[in-house]
């Protein structure tokens, strides 16, 4: 049985490649979110609309991208969009680190049709009668929706968006397919340069499992504090 030794990967660049592919992932992670909270908001007001079309838009927007994997969004901002652009801003892209902004599009895109059904669904837990009441009051549409709706349904869907935010973090590790010094691009130049493949990705599952289990815990004492149930 060969020796394990962990001594050689926490020294010198291995370490370094270590820990900058664990902040790469976590700036992933926290960048996608602010992103993606804003759109998964628009899209669930979209499809809460009082017009057909406005819903059918939203409706669209969260089928097609549900319908087709991570992996090919990825591919498809990092290989497909760039052809698009003029000459001028796609070599201006590939000089600053097009790995890193196409698989930030490409999470947000993904993660923001995911962000709209829980927070459509945070929505949809507001009784009606709270909204009519507001109008009732004399505040319009909008004004209704943003200072009585709405911050009811965003604490409902908390607990809901914690659980998103610990897929979001897990499926940062796709995008190493497109070359992302992310955690586990890092990992891989470990192993290659190392040989010692049981200790690299024994190291990097601990750091997934460390993140996962403090943002569950997190969702854990979010609906222990606040259940749905005490909005009622």
């Known amino acids: 049985m060969p020796s394990l030794d962990f001594s050689l990967l926490l020294q010198g660049e291995y370490l370094v490649w270590l820990r900058s592919g664990f902040e790469l992932s976590l700036l992933l992670t926290g960048l996608t979110l602010l992103s993606a909270l804003p759109l998964g908001l628009l899209i669930a007001l979209l499809r809460q609309a009082p017009w057909s079309a406005l819903r059918a838009l939203g409706q669209a927007y969260v089928e097609i991208v549900r319908s087709v994997p991570l992996l090919v969004h990825l591919l498809f901002w990092y290989f497909g969009v760039p052809e698009l652009l003029p000459e001028g801003l796609k070599a201006w892209l590939y000089e600053h680190q097009i790995e890193t902004l196409s698989a930030w599009m490409g999470l947000t895109v993904y993660t923001a049709a995911y962000v709209a059904e829980d927070l459509r669904s945070g929505l949809r837990a507001v009784p009606a009668t709270q909204f009519e009441a507001a109008r009732a009051l004399g ?25 998103q935010t610990l897929n979001l973090w897990k499926n940062t590790s796709i995008a190493t397919v497109i070359g992302t010094a992310e955690l586990m691009y890092q990992a891989q130049r470990m192993e290659t340069a190392s040989f010692r493949g049981f200790e690299t990705f024994a190291l990097v599952t601990v750091a997934y499992l460390s993140v996962s289990l403090l943002l569950t815990a997190l969702a854990h004492e979010v609906q222990r504090r606040w259940p749905a149930r005490s909005l009622r």
């Open 139 to 163: 505040l319009p549409y909008r004004s209704a929706l943003r200072l009585v709706v709405l911050p009811q349904a965003l604490r409902i869907a908390v607990g809901p968006l914690l659980s």
